[in-house]
């Protein structure tokens, strides 16, 4: 099973959208609704942002949405603030009982 | 509210067996609506799913491929913990250990990794 695929880092200033992507295959992110996306601070353990493809937490700010097209899922944080600054990682369900991670995207708030 | 709290040694030499506790409050080891996960996360690895076990009648187990032979994750109900034992172990599996529970309704588990542990270091070295 491969990690999903993100980019590296991305970034934006105070008040921008960004759109963080995570793409997998037809056996995971293309086959399930089954993604979440965790925000992670510096040494801080994952917070769950997004489950099932867009669902919001209760208690997780409307400003982070989330959608999927095919083989890749997307998080978008708009209204862009100082304390999104962290990293994010996507996760899909990969079929056979298993599940899978992205590497991880560094968003820096500019 | 759910609560997780980790417990294990930090080091682990070579070859030995990498064994740590998670205690659960505010639910149930056995829970209809829960799957309780273990997770780690290197530099090198980023965030990896290890494996699981959930309840639905009787016990159910599943693993990553890449551990599976290595691996065994068990229920214990007089506790309400679950427990992750990692069997020979070389420096590649150092990492942050995380338990997780995984919210699951109407038979998917797909609410996400809702609850963590505070996360522990483990090191294998001699």
């Known amino acids: 099973q491969s990690a999903l695929t993100q980019p590296a880092s991305v970034s934006g200033s105070p008040g921008q959208s960004i759109t963080i992507s995570c793409t997998g295959t037809s056996s995971d992110v293309g086959n399930y609704n089954l993604v979440s996306w965790y925000q992670q601070h510096p040494d801080k353990v994952p917070k769950l942002m997004i489950y099932e493809v867009s669902q919001r937490p209760s208690g997780v700010s409307n400003r982070f949405s989330g959608s999927k097209s095919g083989n890749t899922a997307s998080l978008t944080i708009s209204g862009l603030q100082a304390e999104d600054e962290a990293d994010y990682y996507c996760?899909?369900?990969?079929?056979?009982?298993?599940?899978?991670f992205g590497g991880g995207t560094k968003l820096t708030v500019l | 509210q759910v609560q997780l709290q980790q417990s294990g040694p930090g080091l682990v030499k070579p070859s030995q067996t990498l064994s740590l506790t998670c205690a659960i409050s505010g639910d149930s080891v056995a829970s209809n609506s829960a799957a309780w996960n273990w997770i780690r996360q290197s530099p090198s690895r980023g965030l990896e799913w290890l494996g699981r076990?959930?309840?639905?009648?009787?016990?159910?187990?599943d693993y990553a491929v890449s551990v599976k032979s290595r691996i065994t994750i068990n229920p214990e109900t007089s506790k309400n913990q679950f427990s992750l034992q990692l069997n020979s172990v070389t420096p590649e599996d150092t990492a942050v250990y995380y338990c997780a529970r995984l919210y699951c309704t109407g038979g998917t588990c797909g609410g996400g990794f809702d609850y963590w542990g505070q996360g522990m270091l483990v090191t294998v070295s001699s």
């Open positions: 076990t959930y309840y639905r009648s009787k016990w159910y187990y």
């Open positions: 996760c899909s369900y990969g079929g056979s009982t298993t599940w899978v």
